[in-house]
């Protein structure tokens, strides 16, 4: 069974940095592509960046790019996403996802969510 748990949110000040990790498990995480898709509080899902299996090829919203910054780690199997200067509007639960870019409820694993809160 495939198993995503996302961890390292909470409440940080605008301009702070906060360092979310998804831990995978039942299945070949160094095999596939994997995401990051926020959604903030009675708006739609956002994806926001995905990279690939061996990780040297990061793709990003223009929401995040320049700030935010995916990456992985295939002999731990976790999925990590560094996020500087954030703001209220990067305010949103945080999925990780096992897809690239388009990414489905209904076709693909995501993890429970992880609550960012940006504010002072």
């Known amino acids: 069974e495939v198993q995503l748990v996302e961890s390292g949110g909470g409440l940080v000040q605008p301009g702070g940095s906060l360092k979310l990790s998804c831990a995978a498990s039942g299945f070949a995480f160094a095999d596939y592509p994997m995401s990051w898709v926020r959604q903030a509080p009675g708006k739609e899902l956002e994806w926001i960046s995905s990279?690939?299996?061996?990780?040297?090829?990061?793709s990003y919203a223009n929401s995040v790019k320049g700030r935010f910054t995916i990456s992985r780690d295939n002999h731990n199997d976790t999925l990590y996403l560094r996020m500087n200067s954030l703001s209220p509007q990067d305010t949103a639960v945080y999925y990780c996802?096992?897809?690239?870019?388009?990414?489905?409820?209904?076709?693909?694993?995501w993890g429970q969510g992880a609550q960012v809160t940006v504010s002072s």
């Open positions: 990279i690939n299996s061996g990780g040297d090829s990061p």
């Open positions: 996802a096992k897809c690239w870019v388009l990414c489905s409820r209904d076709r693909d694993s």
